[in-house]
């Protein structure tokens, strides 16, 4: 156990290593550069030069690679927060830290600042969402496979297969337009403001109600068709033949062998909720993780995308690992292996 | 009736209104440029015309208003740290109600003096006298003094900062000089310096006088440019929660990409204010999210409102529709140093194969007039009527054969993705070139990458905002080497003619010079121009004192929370 964790975490940083010097290459390529989004269309050649000087753009790419990496691990200090930039730019916790990566020159404060804001609602987000459509999954689809045929399988396919294929943004208009625009039921967007009228909490409800809509339906049928499959298995027939309790069968044999393909699946969309739901968070407006990616990568904000992205990799090679261990829970043989 | 410390050209300029040789717009805009007051300008307009105007529209009585309150706004909110380098309008929604500029331009499209309390041009628009308004002082305690305008209005026109000012002023303020520096290429690096050492001259306490190197009408317009607000020096021109200001408000929180908080502050030397606070709330800038969130209450009003959304939210009972007609267009631009631009029959054809008045209709139906390819506006005081274009297919078919394109072009029309609107009007540009001849394949990108390309692409469609004077965008955008030249257009008939009219204070000879400068890119211009757009938004019917402005600017003082 201990060397798959080692060997994981082996391979989790020499992952972001390559990956974060890759993205600096790609960058390097992309059109434009950060001084004239900054300073905008209308600034002269020289003003553009004055500022990208400053910012130290036009070094080489690996030198800015180095001097950028060398910050975020405390060696090197970071030089934009001086008042030389004429940014205004500042950090409090000091130059020189480690997991500095530097500032986000869109919104000028530190990245660190501008993650903890976000990266905190998407959580929040994440929880809602995964906690709603495990339970809901399981039950639909464990009752649909262990009554495979029936009507109720059924309905619970025919409505999993339909919203599985309705994109979010039409999930996402559709509830808008009934519960916030035709029933004034809920608010229309999330920022995560209160106001006078909408509580955070009400706020929650439609991002959460899409996201869970969209990965219910599809871990559902997951679960439907690993049940279907475990139950074809012999050694389930042996259980119903010994004489046990279909409620025992379901619970002690069919469910912990048919969770392992859906454990995947769940960790998947624990990543994708956390790091790609950007349409999900430009309709509702919700100041999440999707959303600043969104305007990093449009903007060119390239410290800013480099963090989210590293964060992004962490978490998708994170929940990797973590289905790695829970293969390793669910399947003896694994574990022998 | 002009008094003494009148501009001489007063007394004529009364003459021609009385005459009805030039219209009541044209009568306040060149009066308040030469240096009467807003109330003065007006009130002489009443005494010809009997009318009796406000003198600034967004003025409603005072007591009418209640007080207290906290409004909530939707905008996108910007890092504002460096006011000097804000790039949209939006920026100054949230500083410019806590540092203020030494001029306002009111909806109605008239400048008047703010932190200033007159100006007076010379004869010649060559020597402006700004006098400072008495009694303004720092939220500190501190007087607002003509050190402080000096020390801002240097800055800003200094490389290292960055300012846009830079290029607005340099045609009459700088003096290009070689730095000693070489870029990539080996071409020298440029950089500016003041022309004089008293183009900025301290005349006393109350007093600073700019010395023009050419004339320029201008300047109060110039000096309400978004980058313009006056910044306490002691904070070496920066911008944060808590900053010195002048204006009605303190910021008191901000968190980019999400929103902002001003509070209101007791003792304003002006008008209001009335509400408590107000909060900016930055939706994404998705038009759906604003759709969603006026309709829910959730904001009690927008930046803007895209017309296409418009008829849904009228039907809101809450909600209130604002609209002003502006000078706010996209100009399709040929870049005349490239094939096959660099042929003005091409650029003429291109003119000729589109109907403004259809394109108008395709991008913005009723929210929008049709241009005349020549981007001058109906609303510039300065415009002049000429013959009703006509689109003539025949004719463009002609001279592109006699281009040595009969047998067809095709170019690239690169275009904004956002807002939508861009599509439409690119579209409808394609369409009516498909009929003579040309293929035109449209690109459509990122609003920040086209701001990477749009001095350089041969053909690309370009968003202008309104300016109170035609001559300002003209000189930006056509002048030879003008800052904002993205075509590259380069004729001397033209600089000649615009530098003549950029010195006429007389808006009758300056309209016949106008008449001139339209005809001449309506034939040799670099441009295609289908519409002037109105702006639009919706505000909750409970806001007092909001209108629509032409360059979207806010007045949060003058607004209040009704019940």
């Known amino acids: 156990m201990a060397r798959i964790v080692l060997n994981r975490l082996g391979q989790f940083a020499f992952i972001l290593l390559i990956a974060s010097f890759l993205l600096f290459a790609v960058t390097e390529f992309s059109p434009g550069n950060v001084a004239s989004k900054i300073l905008g269309p209308y600034a002269l050649e020289s003003q553009v030069r004055s500022l990208s000087d400053r910012l130290g753009l036009d070094d080489p790419l690996f030198t800015r690679y180095l001097r950028w990496l060398g910050m975020l691990v405390g060696l090197v200090p970071n030089e934009l927060g001086g008042p030389a930039t004429g940014l205004g730019l500042s950090d409090p916790r000091g130059a020189q830290y480690f997991g500095n990566f530097g500032f986000s020159l869109m919104q ?23 906690g709603l459509t495990v339970p809901i999954s399981l039950v639909l689809g464990v009752l649909a496979g262990m009554t495979e045929g029936s009507a109720l399988d059924r309905i619970i396919s025919v409505t999993t297969v339909s919203l599985t294929s309705l994109p979010e943004f039409v999930v996402a208009v559709l509830l808008i337009f009934v519960f916030a625009a035709s029933l004034g039921w809920l608010p229309g967007t999330s920022p995560l403001d209160p106001g006078d009228r909408w509580s955070v909490g009400s706020q929650l409800v439609l991002p959460v109600a899409v996201l869970v809509i969209a990965s219910s339906a599809y871990v559902t049928r997951i679960v439907r068709s690993s049940v279907v499959d475990t139950l074809a298995q012999p050694f389930v027939r042996t259980a119903r033949l010994k004489g046990l309790a279909p409620m025992r069968v379901a619970m002690l044999h069919v469910l912990r062998n048919a969770m392992i393909a859906p454990v995947t699946v769940i960790l998947l969309q624990i990543n994708w909720i956390l790091t790609g739901v950007v349409v999900v968070e430009a309709i509702f407006a919700y100041p999440g993780i999707g959303r600043l990616m969104l305007e990093a990568a449009l903007f060119g904000d390239i410290y800013l995308i480099q963090a989210l992205t590293l964060i992004a990799l962490s978490v998708a090679v994170t929940t990797q690992f973590l289905g790695d261990l829970a293969y390793v829970l669910l399947d003896p043989r694994i574990r022998v292996a | 009736m002009p008094t003494d410390d009148q501009h001489s050209y007063m007394p004529q300029l009364l003459t021609q209104y009385r ?12 009066a308040t440029l030469l240096g009467a007051s807003a109330a003065a300008a007006y009130g002489m307009a009443g005494a010809i015309d009997g009318i009796v105007t406000p003198a600034f529209a967004q003025e409603t009585a005072p007591e009418a208003k209640p007080k207290g309150g906290t409004l909530r706004l939707e905008t996108t909110v910007y890092d504002v740290k460096s006011p000097a380098i804000a790039n949209t309008t939006a920026h100054p929604w949230i500083y410019s109600q806590v540092v203020e500029y030494l001029t306002v331009i009111g909806s109605d499209n008239v400048t008047r003096p703010h932190l200033l309390e007159s100006w007076q041009p010379s004869d010649d ?16 305690g501190r007087d607002f003094t003509v050190d402080d305008v000096i020390w801002n209005l240097t800055r800003l026109l200094s490389d290292d900062v960055g300012s846009s000012m830079l290029g607005l002023m340099k045609g009459y303020m700088l003096n290009e000089v070689d730095t000693g520096q070489t870029d990539e290429n080996g071409q020298p690096v440029i950089g500016h310096e003041l022309w004089s050492p ?34 306490d020096p002691d904070q070496g ?109 091409v650029r003429k054809a291109f003119r000729l194969a589109i109907d403004p008045v259809k394109a108008s209709a395709v991008t913005f139906g009723p929210f929008a007039t049709p241009a005349e390819h020549h981007h001058v506006a109906p609303i510039h005081p300065e415009y002049a009527k000429l013959p009703e274009w006509k689109q003539d297919i025949g004719a463009a078919r002609a001279l592109l054969a006699e281009a040595g394109h009969g047998d067809g072009l095709e170019v690239e029309l690169v275009i904004q ?33 086209y701001w990477d390309v749009w001095t350089t692409v041969p053909f690309g469609s370009t968003v202008w905002a309104h300016r109170p004077l035609a001559v300002i965008n003209l000189g930006l955008a056509y002048r030879s080497g003008g800052a904002w030249n993205e075509s590259g257009y380069a004729n001397p008939e ?45 505000y909750d019917s409970r806001v007092m004192g909001f209108e629509m402005h032409p360059t979207y600017a806010l007045f949060a003082n003058k607004l209040a929370l009704g019940a």
């Open chain 2, 198 to 231: 008293d183009a900025i001259e301290r005349v006393d306490d109350q007093t600073v006088r700019l010395n023009l190197k050419e004339p320029q009408l201008a300047i109060p317009e110039h000096l309400n440019h978004y980058q313009a607000v006056m910044l």
């Open chain 2, 417 to 449: 993705k956002d807002p939508a609107h861009h599509l439409r009007n690119a579209t409808a540009i394609q369409e009516m070139l498909k009929e003579a001849g040309v293929t035109c394949n449209i690109n459509v990108m990122p609003n920040a990458q």
């Open chain 2, 237 to 345: 021109g920066t911008f944060d929660v808590g900053s010195n200001g002048t204006g009605a408000f303190t910021l008191v929180e901000i968190e980019p990409g999400r929103r902002a908080v001003i509070e209101a502050v007791s003792d304003y030397w002006g008008e209001g204010p009335y509400l408590d606070r107000v909060e900016f709330i930055d939706l994404g800038g998705g038009d759906q999210a604003i759709l969603n969130a006026l309709i829910s209450g959730q904001v009690h009003g927008a930046f803007q409102v895209q017309p296409e959304f418009s008829s849904m939210l009228e039907q809101q009972k809450h909600l209130t529709l604002h609209d002003v007609t502006t000078a706010d267009t996209a100009i399709s631009r040929m870049n005349v140093k490239q094939k096959p631009f660099d042929d003005p029959r």
């Open chain 2, 19 to 30: 005459g009805g040789r030039i219209n009541r717009r044209e009568f306040l805009r060149t």
């Open chain 2, 125 to 140: 628009l060559k020597t402006w006298t700004l006098r400072l308004r008495p009694g303004v002082k720092w939220h500190s």
């Open chain 2, 494 to 538: 033209f600089d000649r003619l615009l530098t003549e009219a950029e010195a006429m204070p007389d808006p009758e000879v300056r309209r016949g010079k106008m008449a001139e400068i339209e005809a001449l890119l309506q034939e040799d211009g670099p441009i295609v121009q289908t519409y002037w757009r109105k702006l639009l938004t919706f």
């Open chain 1, 108 to 130: 000028g404060r530190p990245i660190v600042d501008v993650l903890a804001d976000r990266f905190g609602h998407t959580v929040t987000l994440t929880v809602w969402a995964i």
